[in-house]
């Protein structure tokens, strides 16, 4: 049976299809010509910035950090270019290790390199790149290029690196940089330097590089660049240059800080020299040190450790953070003190008979039997202790504190070096604080004066405070804040600008009771106990020896021999020469070596001649060359826990045996 077809029907069908599918159409193609309004219209002021910035980068240029050089124009502190081997994490496309291993087929990748990456790795999770490898060689970099292909997300970089090249001498002055972690970069994203840190992955850690960051840092410039699609550079279109760092002139003598090094020898210690009209410092030493230039590629774990946990503690700054008991250097200030407050006169004396009672309690000088006859200025010569367990005792102990305070013992100096610590001027209000725990120990005591006044007990001071002390004594008074940088210079203009213009505050002090003192001084090194280091010295100097108990002897008899060699006293000396017109004093600690008159006038006489007559150890005596008259000639351009043996605390009730010099 043939079926009849409904043309019409199926005709019908056919245009409703059609028409739907003409419908579908013209709804699609409507929606794609409103999509293209929305972003060519509507959205293009929006998508037409990020097309351009995704064309343009702005690539920041690290500006060159400034220079620090010593006051005769060593240069301490140099920057260099080299090559370094980065990965950026978020760009690899296999494991980290696996990559690292095909890396070391081509590039020298020792076990420490892929210590202090993973370390690194930890501590800079804002940045990109992190270097596995610096300092490459030509042939090294030649042979990555050629593989390049091979490793997404390895680069090539060249970097501007920090160098010491004078390695440990004067490391704790110059500090180092390091590469910024993860709290120094939090500190900086909310800060107004965040923009000028763009690009930049190390920062000051220690020392003038620390706390001169700013101005040796520079401002940091930029590059607009047009790139490809996929991202390869094409051309530069704009170029801001960056502003190099600031240049540091230090007050520094480099050779005079070489000399006080090497005179110190495997001995625990430091000095500081200071040229009393200006307040400039001249040497700082701080022994043992330490190779900054360990840190700026980030420690190896075996250094840190050594570093770290070594007895010597080559880390500790000790003229900054070190506190010691002055010992008998402190004497000259209680004699000038005397007199200033009416409380002696120089002529004065006492019958020595080697001790002083009071309260039951016996306080031995440390010569046995005594001195004899001793007035003011024999009691500097010979350091007797007896003459100053009574004057102590005379004065009080608040009457000390306040007198001593403007000279700056346990007073911050403000030296530009960041973390310094204040030390210990005792007085009743300071151990009521100090024991404030702990009534019965409250209450000050006869014996407490007693112990201070010869310079142990609860004194406690920075060796950069006893230099500053000696200093301002030297300077009559004047007291002119110590500083390590002498002058900035600005890279641009080679303008300079001092640090220190003028002086600090002058001491009221009368001029005859200051040259009482000096001459004393002078004694010491002509006659007393510093006659023997200085026998037969060009110039005239003053002096004072110390030496300054570590442990209480609890009433038993120091013999060191038979004490620990940390637990021995610490050796002290102060001094300033030429006397007339002084223009170097200095104060120094040698940790556990004895007498200040064996062990530490040497170091000092090495020191001053020198500076003086440009003598280095081993060479004959120089004639002092002719020196500019003051008067007439304008000076030049102007308790954190100490390391043994550097604390000392009286115990009343006991019996002390006096300062050895």
């Not at 003038?208 to 051309?235: C, N, P």
């Not at 006859?373 to 024999?378: A, G, N, V």
């Not at 005591?445 to 030297?474: C, E, K, R, W």
Request: aromatic share 8%; charged share 25%.
């Amino acid at each position: 049976m043939t079926e009849i077809k409904d043309n019409d029907r199926e005709i019908h069908l056919f245009r409703m299809r059609l028409t739907a599918v003409v419908v579908f159409v013209f709804i699609c193609f409507g929606l794609l010509v409103a999509r293209f309004v929305w972003l060519q219209v509507i959205k293009h002021s929006e998508y037409m910035a990020q097309a351009e910035d995704n064309r343009i980068a702005l690539v920041p240029i690290v500006p060159n950090r400034g220079l620090i050089v010593d006051r005769n124009g060593v240069v301490l502190a140099r920057n260099y270019s080299a090559y370094t081997l980065e990965i950026t994490p978020s760009k690899l496309q296999a494991n980290m290790d696996s990559v690292i291993d095909e890396l070391a087929k081509l590039v020298t990748i020792e076990a420490k390199d892929r210590k202090r990456f993973k370390h690194l790795l930890e501590e800079s999770k804002n940045f990109a790149s992190v270097p596995i490898r610096t300092r490459l060689t030509d042939e090294e970099v030649a042979r990555f290029t050629a593989q390049r292909f091979r490793f997404p997300g390895v680069e090539v970089q060249a970097r501007l690196f920090r160098q010491y090249p004078l390695g440990e001498t004067a490391s704790h002055v110059i500090g180092y940089i390091g590469r910024i972690n993860q709290s120094e970069a939090n500190d900086l994203a909310g800060s107004d330097d965040a923009a000028n840190y763009n690009g930049t992955d190390h920062i000051g850690k220690e020392g003038l590089e620390k706390s001169y960051e700013r101005q040796l840092h520079g401002v940091t410039g930029y590059e607009e660049v047009e790139r490809s699609a996929g991202g390869r550079a094409i051309r530069t279109l704009s170029r801001t240059a960056p502003t190099s760092g600031q240049n540091l002139i230090l007050s520094i003598d480099i050779e005079l800080q070489k000399v006080v090094e090497q005179a110190f020898g495997d001995y625990r210690g430091a000095l500081v020299a200071i040229e009393p009209s200006t307040g400039d410092i001249l040497a700082y030493v701080s022994r043992p040190g330490f190779d900054p230039n360990l840190f700026v590629d980030g420690i190896d774990a075996q250094s840190w450790n050594e570093l770290n946990t070594s007895l010597d503690r080559p880390l500790m700054n000790r003229p900054l953070s070190g506190t010691y008991p002055p010992g008998s250097t402190f004497k000259p200030y209680m004699a000038l003190a005397a007199l200033e407050l009416g409380k002696r006169r120089p002529e004065y004396g006492i019958s020595d008979p080697g001790f002083f009672m009071l309260g039951g309690h016996r306080f031995n000088d440390d010569k046995k039997g005594g001195h004899g006859f001793i007035d003011m200025y024999r009691s500097i010569v010979l350091s007797c202790d007896t003459y100053y367990y009574q004057l102590g005792n005379d004065m009080g102990i608040d009457a000390i504190s306040k007198f001593m305070a403007p000279f700056g013992f346990g007073q911050i100096t403000g030296i530009d070096l960041l973390h310094e610590q204040k030390g210990v001027l005792p007085s009743q209000e300071w151990k009521r604080e100090r024991f404030k725990k702990n009534r019965a120990a409250q209450k000050w005591v006869g014996g407490d004066t007693i112990s201070i006044s010869i310079g142990n007990g609860f004194n406690n001071y920075t060796p950069l405070q006893m230099a500053h002390a000696v200093a301002t004594l030297a300077n009559d008074g004047i007291v002119m804040k110590p500083h390590l940088v002498r002058t900035v210079e600005d890279p641009v203009s080679r303008k300079r600008t001092l640090t220190v213009p003028k002086e600090s505050a002058r001491i009221p002090l009368k001029q005859e009771n200051i040259d009482i003192i000096k001459r004393a001084m002078v004694g010491v090194i002509t006659e007393g106990t510093g006659a023997q280091a200085f026998r037969g010295i060009p110039y005239t100097a003053g002096g004072k020896t110390g030496t300054a108990q570590v442990v209480g002897l609890k009433g038993g008899k120091y013999n060191a021999a038979m004490t620990p060699e940390r637990l021995r006293d610490n050796a002290l000396f102060i001094a300033f020469a030429p006397a007339d017109h002084p223009r170097i004093a200095l104060a120094l600690v040698v940790e556990n070596a004895g007498f200040g008159a064996a062990v530490a006038a040497p170091i000092a006489r090495k020191a001053l001649d020198y500076y003086l007559l440009g003598k280095k150890p081993g060479e004959k005596d120089k004639p002092l060359p002719p020196q500019p008259n003051p008067d007439t000639e304008p000076p030049s351009d102007p308790q954190t826990t100490a390391p043994a043996g550097a604390t000392s605390e009286f115990r009343p009730g006991g019996e002390t045996a006096g300062n050895k010099e």
